[in-house]
């Protein structure tokens, strides 16, 4: 996902009495912070997985009996539903086994976005942390805040910016490919139509791409844990790529375009993203385009540094960068979730 990318010295050796450095290896206590932070998005994201296999389970409310009662409302019926959840999930190994499903589809795209954006600093010889997985409180979200590497040496050349920015979504995007298809082949059908409100996660290009090739009726069906982690992944894949500050596609537009128009098109992502939330809310009742919105306009106020070297990125990359715009496409759509 987006890096930090420390401010870059004025004053850079010449070009030719550059060589690539070795990046710093972790250290012990390093793969241990991240490993317990990956245990934990495991743990929560599973839980997470559970939510969307189980079905709507009732948790008995507290009992109101005073002041105090009333004050730890809120947090005892959150521990309530959340115990819930967890008995029956127990008791009913297939939701505990569809919880895990999706745990693993998750994080195996998130680990790939991630390790695509550490593999390619470690060739450039940049210092980068191992991946930060970020979890989230049960009933939260998809159980995750998402992942994230820090760069912390500055980019030695354009072409490893675009490299490193871009290395990421395409390798979170391949791994994503089979996680979708066997999610939507092993689509069902919705036994009767669902008649309080619900959320309805509407079809990638992708999805409906892969359900037009299969056969697949993707408007009554019920997603399943592959689907909802290859749609999140769509979804976070379509995020990163936007081409504003330092999000995956702000450096891939930086190194292809240059500061001026990687400025513009910030703005001009920002300005079509805030109409989208709009209409997004209007048509179909979700304020998601919000959040989105307001994500970008953090990002527009992030500056982006430029990297030591400005060298021509070369026809290979110019061809990567065309395929990047097709795995955008594919990710993206304009209304993610209808609320009825």
């Keep these: 996902?987006?890096?930090?990318?420390?401010?870059?010295?004025?004053?850079?050796?010449?070009?030719?009495?550059?060589?690539?450095?070795q990046a710093a290896v972790p250290s012990a206590r390093e793969w241990l912070k991240h490993s317990v932070l990956f245990l934990l998005t495991f743990a929560t994201t599973t839980f997470a997985g559970i939510v969307i296999a189980a079905p709507d389970i009732n948790a008995p409310e507290p009992k109101l009996s005073g002041i105090l009662s009333y004050i730890l409302y809120v947090p005892?019926?959150?521990?309530?539903?959340?115990?819930?959840?967890?008995?029956?999930?127990?008791?009913?190994?297939?939701?505990?086994?569809?919880?895990?499903?999706?745990?693993?589809?998750?994080?195996?795209?998130?680990?790939?976005?991630?390790?695509?954006?550490?593999?390619?600093?470690?060739?450039?010889?940049?210092?980068?942390?191992?991946?930060?997985?970020?979890?989230?409180?049960?009933?939260?979200?998809?159980?995750?805040?998402?992942?994230?590497?820090?760069?912390?040496?500055?980019?030695?050349?354009?072409?490893?910016?675009?490299?490193?920015?871009?290395?990421?979504?395409?390798?979170?995007?391949?791994?994503?490919?089979?996680?979708?298809?066997?999610?939507?082949?092993?689509?069902?059908?919705?036994?009767?139509?669902?008649?309080?409100?619900?959320?309805?996660?509407?079809?990638?290009?992708?999805?409906?791409?892969?359900?037009?090739?299969?056969g697949r009726n993707l408007l009554d069906a019920v997603p399943n844990p592959y689907y909802m982690a290859a749609w999140i992944g769509l979804l976070v894949t379509s995020l990163n790529l936007m081409p504003v500050g330092q999000l995956d596609g702000g450096h891939g537009t930086f190194a292809a375009f240059g500061p001026r128009a990687h400025k513009l098109l910030g703005r001009l992502a920002f300005v079509v993203m805030a109409a989208i939330a709009l209409l997004g809310y209007v048509w179909h009742g979700s304020p998601s385009g919000f959040l989105y919105t307001i994500l970008l306009a953090i990002m527009l106020k992030v500056r982006h540094p430029a990297p030591e070297e400005m060298e021509p990125l070369g026809s290979a990359r110019i061809i990567v960068a065309i395929i990047t715009l097709i795995v955008f496409a594919l990710s993206f759509w304009p209304f993610p979730i209808t609320l009825t």
């Design 76 to 214: 005892d019926y959150y521990l309530r539903i959340v115990g819930a959840l967890l008995s029956f999930a127990i008791a009913h190994p297939i939701v505990l086994s569809q919880g895990l499903a999706f745990a693993v589809s998750l994080l195996t795209i998130l680990m790939a976005h991630e390790m695509g954006h550490y593999l390619a600093c470690r060739y450039y010889g940049v210092d980068a942390t191992l991946p930060f997985f970020i979890p989230a409180p049960p009933l939260f979200l998809a159980g995750t805040f998402g992942a994230f590497i820090k760069m912390k040496s500055p980019i030695p050349s354009r072409r490893a910016l675009f490299d490193i920015g871009l290395a990421g979504p395409l390798a979170g995007f391949v791994m994503l490919l089979p996680i979708a298809l066997v999610g939507i082949l092993t689509l069902q059908v919705a036994p009767t139509p669902a008649t309080a409100s619900v959320i309805i996660f509407n079809d990638p290009l992708l999805f409906r791409i892969i359900a037009g090739v299969t």
């Design 1 to 21: 996902m987006a890096e930090s990318i420390q401010a870059i010295p004025n004053l850079a050796p010449p070009r030719e009495s550059r060589v690539r450095r």
